[in-house]
């Protein structure tokens, strides 16, 4: 079966302190990770996609096909990184599969 | 341009009456999505229409849900006889013809069923 697996609802960390949002997936085809973001009275908007390699606003995100995971990397937070982050996994076609979503709460 | 936007931004309603939630997606993208959101649920896909294929309805969560896309541009998605557990946000968004490209959400549509 298809899924993306967060396990942690809420993730709370200091200022500066390194933060790792943990996501894993299921699928046995050749999968497209990506991962979304949700500030406080925003829309959810893309953050950043694996195939693009790219670093947004400071945060890294690698395929790791042997653990089928995409966690998502920051070295030092910043409080304006607190928001609601979902892992999503695109399996061809035009479905998406969302996670459930990690809070994540950055305390200064 | 304009992004996505969706009517009403709140809707209350009484169990048992029916709900219709509109979507304008951002022009010229062919794809568009239906979601709800819930507490401790994540993203829960509903229904994609994709230019003028078939929808997928793989996520309708039962018959009670519909939804339909005119003219390829504006959607409804429609709610029937609802219940409490209907309760949750709805979003919708689109993107342009390519799959895993970049889905741009609408603000949302809060539904509380009393």
């Known amino acids: 079966a298809q899924r993306v697996t967060q396990p942690e609802k809420l993730l709370s960390v200091f200022k500066g302190a390194p933060v790792e949002l943990k996501c894993n997936y299921s699928?046995?085809?050749?999968?497209?990770l990506f991962w979304y973001v949700q500030y406080s009275r925003q829309r959810l908007q893309l953050l950043l996609r694996?195939?693009s390699r790219e670093s947004i606003k400071g945060f890294t995100a690698d395929l790791n096909k042997g653990e089928t995971s995409f966690h998502l990397k920051k070295p030092f937070a910043q409080e304006e990184d607190s928001a609601m982050y979902y892992c999503a996994l695109h399996t061809g076609g035009f479905k998406t599969i969302f996670g459930a979503g990690t809070r994540l709460f950055v305390k200064a | 341009g304009a992004g996505v936007s969706q009517s009403p931004s709140n809707k209350v309603t009484e169990k048992g009456k029916d709900v219709e939630l509109r979507c304008d997606p951002i022009?010229?993208?062919?794809?568009l999505y239906w979601y709800r959101q819930s507490l401790g649920q994540g993203l829960e896909f509903l229904i994609y229409f994709q230019g003028n294929s078939a929808p997928d309805k793989s996520g309708l969560p039962s018959d009670r849900f519909s939804a339909e896309r005119t003219g390829g541009s504006v959607s409804t998605l429609t709610i029937q006889r609802t219940q409490q557990e209907d309760s949750a946000v709805y979003l919708c968004?689109?993107?342009?013809?390519?799959?895993?490209?970049?889905?741009?959400f609408g603000p949302g549509t809060r539904l509380t069923v009393l």
């Open positions: 699928y046995s085809g050749s999968p497209e």
């Open positions: 694996h195939i």
């Open positions: 968004a689109s993107s342009v013809a390519t799959g895993g490209a970049e889905q741009f």
């Open positions: 022009s010229g993208h062919t794809a």
